[in-house]
């Protein structure tokens, strides 16, 4: 997607095995570095067509930290691009993007595993709060695109058989506004920042 200085990432299989963590990780250190300096969209396309556990291997947190912190390293937004079923690791992945875009019939499972749980509900609570975050968890619930929408969690609906063009057409709107939208999501960011993924191990007791 040359055209709106887009680069976009298919993922045809749901989670995340160690080759994609590792291209993935390469790339975002190449954009936060400033190789790709006229980069304005990182889309994540998840295209895959199952509905098993999304599972990720060792680096995944770093990935998904990597991701949320993109925008504070560099002017590119990055999109979750949301085809079928996302839950697990890859709705974590999603939400850690400055964005969720997603085609009508898309559907995200918040039931989460122990590895996922942290990244999904760090994120839902920054943005929707304790209260309905624990819901949505404890609930396992899948909601639909419309229901993702209404909570603000997914920015636009890719109408079903639009496709690509669907997206490159939404991301060509968003060109326009790109300096603003960043400086939005940037703010965001600063205001709500990355998850902790990682539980500090316990200090050392206290002799008396």
């Known amino acids: 997607m040359d055209e709106v200085d887009t680069i976009l990432v298919s993922k045809l299989a749901c989670g995340f095995d160690r080759d994609s963590i590792e291209g993935l990780t ?55 691009w949301a085809r079928t079923y996302l839950n697990g690791a890859d709705l974590d992945f999603a939400l850690s993007c400055s964005m969720i875009v997603a085609d009508r019939h898309a559907r995200f499972c918040f039931e989460a ?17 304790f209260v309905k975050a624990e819901r949505l968890m404890e609930n396992g619930e899948i909601l639909t695109a419309e229901q993702m929408q209404e909570l603000c969690l997914v920015k636009h609906i ?6 690509l063009e669907g997206a490159e057409s939404y991301v060509r709107q968003c060109g326009r506004r790109h300096n603003a939208s960043y400086s939005m999501f940037r703010a965001q960011r600063i205001s709500a920042p990355p998850v902790r993924r990682h539980v500090p191990a316990p200090s050392a007791s206290r002799r008396v």
């Open 26 to 80: 390469l790339l975002l250190g190449k954009i936060s570095e400033g190789h790709l300096p006229n980069l304005k969209y990182l889309v994540f396309d998840f295209a895959h067509c199952d509905e098993a556990p999304a599972v990720a291997a060792d680096g995944f947190d770093e990935l998904a930290s990597a991701t949320a912190r993109l925008i504070l390293d560099a002017p590119v937004i990055s999109i979750a």
């Open 113 to 129: 595993d122990f590895a996922s749980a942290v990244g999904v509900y760090g994120s839902l609570a920054q943005k929707l709060g």
């Open 158 to 163: 890719v109408e079903n058989g639009e496709g």
